[in-house]
Structures are given as C-alpha cells and as structure tokens.
C-alpha cells in the first residue's frame, strides 16, 4: 500500500525532527561503548564508522523521503492565464 503525498511528506518531518536525533545520541552511545570496550580506534577508522551510521540512517526510509520536496501531484495544477 502506497502511503500518500500528504503522509509521507507529514512521516518525513517527523523522522527528521524526532527520530533523527535519537539516532545520533544512539550512534555516539554506540561508539563511546566501544571505545570503551575495545579501545579507541585510528581517527580514520572511527571518521568511518560515523560516515557508515551517517548514510546508514536514511536506508530505511528512503521510499518515505522520494519525491516529498516536489510539488503534490495529487493536486490538479493551477489554470494558466493568458495576457
């Protein structure tokens, strides 16, 4: 079932000021455990690790965020006046 316009565009909001913050403190926890587990890595392995959770994040919700930032297509265009 396709979601609407309307929806997903009111789901990608909510993704981007609810749960994407909630990720970064879940991914720096998650790093600062395993620091603290393991050992610090190299600067260059733990720049990769925050660059993988960075793209990792929006995976799931890429068929939410396709097309919000065009117009509705719902929506009948407007009648064009001719001068």
Do not use: S
């Not at 970064?24 to 587990?37: C, E, F, G, K, L």
């Amino acid at each position: 079932m396709a979601l609407a316009y309307r929806t997903r565009r009111r789901l990608a909001l909510l993704i981007l000021l609810v749960g994407l913050p909630a990720y970064v403190v879940v991914a720096v926890t998650a790093v600062n455990w395993a620091d603290r587990t393991f050992g610090r890595l190299p600067i260059w392995a733990e720049l990769l690790v925050y660059c993988v959770l960075g793209v990792l994040w929006a995976l799931p919700f890429k068929t939410v965020f396709r097309g919000v930032g065009h117009a509705d297509p719902e929506t009948p265009p407007p009648d064009r006046q001719q001068d």
